[in-house]
């Protein structure tokens, strides 16, 4: 019979992020990293409370860090961090859309599910936050990866009928189906009598499918749009951070 070594769970020199950190015992703290190869991995910081641990000045969110951890279990053990290749530093807004960012793949990104492509488009996405003044467009192209990423179907180009999306025409954009065009009851009946997504505009569906948030109205539009479908599959509870950046300033 074959014996498996607890160093077969180890996982040595890990790419990672912290996305979380909470309490845990008396002085230890619970640390949900995002990582590499690995997705979100919940780990326990054993004495990170304590003034003189050594982590306990490293377990800083939106800095790349290499991390090294072990355990069977789904709560594993973090046994050391060093720093990754560049420091970031977010200020201001850009603090706070760091934070929405983290608190979308906290509730969004299964446990232990790898998601590498995310991953680095998440480190982009925290680079252009530090430098970029078009915070909104930086963030609706997470969202909008991210979902993707997950799996969701976005469709952008094709209504829900298979036939190409055009600029002028207005859409109702049905979660778990795509666009619907309001010009055609065919295209209405093809989902249900119970209309309930948002309306907009074709032109804004081209548009992101294309990547290009210079127009206005798809700037808006957009916004919109994924508000909605992040409400759809993030349930009853909402953001805590997608609140406070609406107060800020509508992003």
């Not at 890990?14 to 997705?39: D, N, R």
Request: charged share 20%.
């Amino acid at each position: 019979m074959a014996v498996v070594s607890f160093n077969s769970h180890r996982q040595d020199n890990q790419a990672v992020y912290v996305l979380h950190t909470y309490p845990f015992k008396e002085t230890s703290l619970v640390v949900e990293l995002f990582t590499h190869g690995f997705g979100r991995v919940a780990t326990t910081a054993k004495g990170a409370r304590r003034p003189r641990s050594a982590m306990r000045g490293m377990l800083q969110s939106f800095q790349p860090l290499i991390a090294t951890w072990s355990g069977k279990l789904e709560l594993k053990t973090l046994h050391s961090l060093e720093w990754g290749s560049g420091l970031l530093l977010l200020k201001g807004e850009a603090l706070m859309c760091g934070f929405y960012l983290n608190e979308l793949l906290l509730r969004l990104l299964p446990r232990e599910d790898a998601h590498g492509t995310l991953f680095e488009y998440y480190s982009l996405t925290l680079k252009m936050l530090a430098i970029s003044q078009d915070l909104a467009t930086t963030l609706r192209r997470f969202e909008l990866k991210l979902l993707q990423e997950l799996g969701y179907a976005i469709p952008l180009q094709n209504d829900v009928n298979d036939i190409p999306i055009l600029a002028e025409p207005t859409y109702r954009y049905e979660a778990e189906y795509g666009a619907v065009s309001l010009n055609s009851a065919i295209n209405r009946a093809a989902i249900n009598d119970a209309i309930s997504g948002i309306q907009l505009a074709g032109k804004t569906l081209i548009d992101m499918a294309n990547d290009d948030y210079t127009h206005a109205q798809t700037q808006q539009q957009s916004k919109l749009l994924m508000r909605y479908l992040l409400a759809h599959y993030l349930g009853d509870k909402p953001l805590h951070t997608r609140q406070l950046l609406i107060d800020l300033q509508g992003l």
